[in-house]
């Protein structure tokens, strides 16, 4: 038996990376599968993929951006498989902070609003969709996608982190509002995880930086955040809310002059 047999579950940015590799693993768990992304010829593949392997999983076009288009997500997994039980809200507008990002004297209004309105908005209006499914029967997990960088500043992407940080308060929010009728809410963190999109920005000396200050004697993978929404999601960690999870190698977790000392 799978971790989440029966259980009804939504991966939204799940055509590739992160959001993927969940989709497979909630699937492979035994969950009926919603797989949603702006790219629906992506998500129609990672849906073929959890089919071939025996799973049951339905590819979505969602826009994060668009109301409309998230609360048909969640009606679409609904029309389908009978109801709501998790929802991964990971994707995000990962196309603005690695190009238009700016640090804040320079950033462009208009490039935090979008980031806000996909990044925070849409993640607010699927739980607020997908809540009341969770509660006709009987509680559900909403797990959102913060970062790093909600926790920690950098050299550029405010809008990013400052989108991700306010998941976090988000996520304490539900987990206060809607604990009692059995919908817990939690959040990942995820450090610098290796996927095709952030590979380009993982070699020679920024690789080698990045591994310097990661506890760990690699960086992340796809499947390490897997690992931690299935943990989430099932009934494993039912008495966790109103947490966030860092998956990052403990990046976050030292003072930061232990990289310089441990080569001294």
């Given at each position: ?180 009728q059995g919908v817990r ?53 039912v008495f966790i809310t109103?947490?966030?999870?860092r998956v990052d190698g ?15």
């Amino acid at each position: 038996m799978g971790r989440l047999d029966g259980k009804i579950a939504v991966v939204t940015g799940a055509a590739s990376g992160i959001g993927a590799a969940t989709a497979r693993r909630v699937a492979a768990e035994g969950a009926h599968t919603v797989v949603a992304d702006l790219n629906l010829d992506g998500a129609k593949a990672v849906t073929e993929d959890v089919r071939a392997s025996g799973g049951s999983a339905t590819a979505v076009a969602v826009d994060l951006g668009d109301v409309d288009s998230v609360r048909a997500m969640v009606a679409a997994a609904v029309k389908t498989y009978g109801g709501l039980d998790v929802l991964h809200n990971n994707a995000a507008a990962t196309h603005l902070a690695a190009r238009r990002d700016l640090a804040v004297v320079e950033a462009d209004p208009a490039v935090w609003d979008e980031t806000m309105r996909v990044n925070l908005r849409g993640t607010m209006v699927a739980i607020q969709a997908a809540v009341p499914h969770m509660i006709a029967r009987g509680g559900g997990s909403v797990i959102n996608t913060s970062s790093g960088a909600g926790l920690a500043g950098d050299l550029r992407n405010p809008a990013y982190g400052a989108s991700k940080a306010a998941i976090v308060n988000l996520t304490q929010y539900v987990a206060t509002q809607y604990g009692k009728q059995g919908v817990r809410c939690n959040a990942i963190a995820p450090g610098f995880i290796v996927t095709p999109a952030s590979a380009g920005s993982a070699h020679g000396a920024i690789r080698e930086a990045m591994l310097r200050h990661h506890l760990t004697p690699r960086l992340g993978r796809p499947e390490d955040v897997a690992a931690a929404v299935v943990f989430l999601a099932s009934d494993e960690s039912v008495f966790i809310t109103g947490h966030t999870l860092r998956v990052d190698g403990g990046l976050l977790s030292h003072q930061p002059y232990v990289a310089d000392l441990r080569e001294a």
